[in-house]
Protein backbone atom coordinates (compact mmCIF):
# COMPACT_ATOMS: atom_id res chain seq x y z
CA UNK A 1 0.00 0.00 0.00
CA UNK A 2 2.81 2.39 0.76
CA UNK A 3 3.88 2.36 -3.06
CA UNK A 4 0.49 4.15 -3.93
CA UNK A 5 0.23 7.37 -1.99
CA UNK A 6 0.29 10.32 -3.97
CA UNK A 7 3.64 11.82 -3.30
CA UNK A 8 3.31 15.91 -3.29
CA UNK A 9 5.62 17.96 -5.26
CA UNK A 10 6.61 21.54 -5.39
CA UNK A 11 6.16 23.41 -8.50
CA UNK A 12 8.24 26.70 -8.84
CA UNK A 13 7.49 29.54 -10.28
CA UNK A 14 10.25 31.70 -12.25
CA UNK A 15 9.81 35.25 -11.68
CA UNK A 16 10.46 38.01 -14.52
CA UNK A 17 11.76 41.29 -14.54
CA UNK A 18 10.37 43.30 -17.85
CA UNK A 19 10.58 46.59 -18.85
CA UNK A 20 7.48 48.89 -19.69
CA UNK A 21 9.24 48.29 -23.79
CA UNK A 22 9.22 44.63 -22.85
CA UNK A 23 5.47 44.77 -22.31
CA UNK A 24 4.44 46.55 -24.74
CA UNK A 25 6.34 44.66 -27.24
CA UNK A 26 4.15 41.52 -26.02
CA UNK A 27 1.07 43.39 -26.28
CA UNK A 28 2.02 44.32 -29.73
CA UNK A 29 2.54 40.54 -30.64
CA UNK A 30 -0.71 39.82 -29.33
CA UNK A 31 -2.60 42.68 -31.35
CA UNK A 32 -0.39 41.79 -34.51
CA UNK A 33 -1.00 37.59 -33.84
CA UNK A 34 -5.08 38.77 -33.97
CA UNK A 35 -5.31 41.83 -35.96
CA UNK A 36 -6.92 43.73 -33.39
CA UNK A 37 -6.03 46.80 -30.74
CA UNK A 38 -5.94 46.11 -27.22
CA UNK A 39 -8.74 48.56 -26.50
CA UNK A 40 -11.06 46.48 -29.14
CA UNK A 41 -9.96 43.55 -27.53
CA UNK A 42 -10.86 44.84 -24.14
CA UNK A 43 -14.26 46.70 -25.12
CA UNK A 44 -15.84 43.97 -27.60
CA UNK A 45 -16.36 40.95 -25.78
CA UNK A 46 -17.20 39.15 -29.30
CA UNK A 47 -13.27 39.64 -29.81
CA UNK A 48 -12.51 38.44 -26.60
CA UNK A 49 -14.00 35.15 -27.23
CA UNK A 50 -12.58 34.55 -30.05
CA UNK A 51 -8.69 34.46 -28.24
CA UNK A 52 -8.18 31.11 -26.88
CA UNK A 53 -8.04 31.47 -22.87
CA UNK A 54 -4.67 31.14 -22.20
CA UNK A 55 -3.82 33.95 -24.50
CA UNK A 56 -6.48 35.93 -23.41
CA UNK A 57 -4.93 35.30 -19.64
CA UNK A 58 -1.27 36.54 -20.69
CA UNK A 59 -2.70 39.80 -22.75
CA UNK A 60 -4.55 41.20 -19.69
CA UNK A 61 -1.40 40.16 -17.73
CA UNK A 62 0.83 41.99 -20.11
CA UNK A 63 -1.88 45.23 -19.89
CA UNK A 64 -1.96 44.84 -15.79
CA UNK A 65 1.32 45.10 -15.80
CA UNK A 66 1.66 47.98 -18.62
CA UNK A 67 -0.58 49.85 -16.45
CA UNK A 68 1.44 49.49 -13.28
CA UNK A 69 5.12 50.24 -14.51
CA UNK A 70 3.34 53.49 -16.16
CA UNK A 71 1.74 54.02 -12.91
CA UNK A 72 5.39 53.78 -10.95
CA UNK A 73 6.99 55.57 -13.98
CA UNK A 74 5.07 58.59 -13.44
CA UNK A 75 4.97 58.36 -9.72
CA UNK A 76 9.17 58.50 -9.64
CA UNK A 77 9.45 61.06 -12.11
CA UNK A 78 6.93 63.18 -10.10
CA UNK A 79 9.04 62.58 -7.40
CA UNK A 80 11.64 63.37 -9.08
CA UNK A 81 10.76 66.70 -10.33
CA UNK A 82 9.04 67.90 -7.45
CA UNK A 83 12.41 67.01 -5.25
CA UNK A 84 14.14 69.28 -8.28
CA UNK A 85 11.93 71.74 -7.03
CA UNK A 86 12.33 72.25 -3.74
CA UNK A 87 16.19 72.15 -4.07
CA UNK A 88 16.09 74.37 -6.47
CA UNK A 89 13.60 77.19 -4.19
CA UNK A 90 16.44 76.41 -1.18
CA UNK A 91 19.42 77.77 -3.77
CA UNK A 92 19.39 79.11 -6.59
CA UNK A 93 22.32 76.71 -8.75
CA UNK A 94 22.66 76.60 -12.05
CA UNK A 95 22.87 72.83 -11.90
CA UNK A 96 19.86 72.00 -10.51
CA UNK A 97 18.05 74.29 -13.53
CA UNK A 98 20.25 72.19 -15.98
CA UNK A 99 18.76 68.94 -14.00
CA UNK A 100 15.10 70.29 -14.21
CA UNK A 101 15.30 70.82 -18.24
CA UNK A 102 16.47 67.40 -18.74
Keep these: M ?4 PVATQTFLQENYVTLEEVENYIFRFEK ?11 DQTVRSRIPEDDAFKWEAYI ?3 RELQRISDE ?3 EYLSGLRDSK ?14
Design 2 to 5: EGNV
Design 33 to 43: RYGVSTSDYLK
Design 64 to 66: DHR
Design 76 to 78: TRR
Design 89 to 102: SRDNDPAADLLLAA
